[in-house]
Every structure is written in structure tokens, then in C-alpha cells.
């Protein structure tokens, strides 16, 4: 678990077909997950089209689609073993643009475009309280870059500043495999130069 401002990110890798239980249930206390892997690299644990359960959790499609590298579904999860609780209304951001030979995506505007529509989504349904699951292949690489990307942005917004290496050392200190590789860290500098460039 990482803890900026106002985000709190949770790394986790690749949901496996003996989890996939288990994914629905950690996705019930959280408002957004950003997926990082390709379908073939990530079994797929939510429901196309239609709805289904998993133990106690049901875990109903809403709606799809589709914006360039991008898919954003909703899904509404209710724990049916307490149905007094009501559901919970869960963004399921896939980014499809990171190709599974490279450390970093072709694009900084595309990933970009994904930490934007995760700050609007917590923004307008959750008051950017939420937390947030974010998962690849390995539950490191791309997910700390994710995560230091993230990081950036709001520090950016808050802060005024821009602190790439105490956000990666701080990431790192918490899972050593965050951000692996030196272009994955030199891709933090440039997305955080592209979110400037975008004031």
C-alpha cells in the first residue's frame, strides 16, 4: 500500500485463476482498479456483458469502452451476504498500450491519459478519498512506475514541485522491485515533463 496526499495505491500482481475470488473481494473496499497487463499475460477476473458471482461477492457489468490504448469499464459489486450495505460502483481502468517486450509504453500522453481519468473518477465519485488497485504481470515494474507517475502529477498539483528520486526511493523502500529498470525510471522524468507541458 502507498499513501501520497490523497491517493492511496494498492500493487498487486496478475490475477491467477485460483484468485480470481479473491480479486472481487479486495476490489470490494476499493473504488478503481488500473490494470497494466495485456489479456494474454492477466487472466481476465471480471464479467463481460453480464453478471456473476463469485462466493458471496456478485459483480455486475455496467458498461464499456473504448478510447484509443484504453478500455474503462464499471462494474457494480455488491456483497450479497450483506445486502444492507448496498454496492459499490468500481472503475476498471485497462491500459492495453504497453507493449509486453518493452520496460515503458510508446506513449507518455496515452498512460497519461489514464492517471487523468483516474483523478476524474475519484473526483467525482469519491471525493478523492479512494483507494485504488493497481496490478501488473509482476505487481513491481509497471505498477511503480504507475504509482511513481501518480505521485508526481498530485505533487505537481499540491506541492508545486517535482521530486522524482525521494518518490521512487520511497516506493522502493516499501517493495524493492518498484520502477526496475533505468528507462522506467527516466520515463517517470518525461511523463512528469509531458504534465507540465499540458498547463
Known amino acids: 500500500c502507498f499513501l501520497f496526499d490523497s491517493l492511496t495505491l494498492f500493487c498487486s500482481q496478475r490475477a491467477k485463476s485460483s484468485q480470481c475470488g479473491g ?3 479486495m476490489v470490494l473496499h476499493h473504488k478503481a482498479v488500473v490494470s497494466l497487463s495485456r489479456m494474454r499475460l492477466c487472466m481476465q477476473y ?3 456483458k453480464t453478471s456473476c458471482c463469485y462466493g458471496p461477492i456478485q459483480v455486475e457489468f455496467v ?3 473504448i478510447d484509443e490504448d484504453i478500455i474503462n469499464r464499471i462494474f457494480r459489486i455488491c456483497n450479497m451476504a450483506r445486502p444492507q450495505d448496498g454496492y459499490r460502483i468500481v472503475q476498471h ?5 504497453w507493449p509486453a517486450y518493452r520496460d515503458t509504453p510508446p506513449s507518455k500522453r496515452s498512460l497519461l491519459k489514464v492517471v487523468r481519468r483516474l483523478e476524474k473518477w475519484q473526483e467525482q465519485y469519491d471525493g478523492r478519498d479512494g483507494r485504488t488497485v493497481v496490478h501488473c504481470l509482476n505487481g513491481g515494474g509497471r505498477s511503480g ?7 508526481v502529477c498530485e505533487m505537481i498539483q499540491q506541492q508545486n514541485i517535482i521530486d522524482v528520486f525521494h518518490i521512487v526511493k520511497t516506493l522502493r523502500n516499501n517493495k524493492s522491485n518498484m520502477v526496475e529498470s533505468l528507462e522506467q525510471y527516466k520515463f517517470v522524468y518525461e511523463v512528469a515533463l509531458e ?4 498547463f
Open 23 to 25: 480479486s472481487d473481494l
Open 46 to 48: 471480471w464479467p463481460e
Open 63 to 65: 458498461s464499456a469502452d
Open 93 to 97: 481502468l485497462q491500459y492495453i498500450g
Open 145 to 151: 512506475t504507475f504509482c511513481a507517475i501518480c505521485s
Open 195 to 198: 504534465y507540465l507541458s499540458s
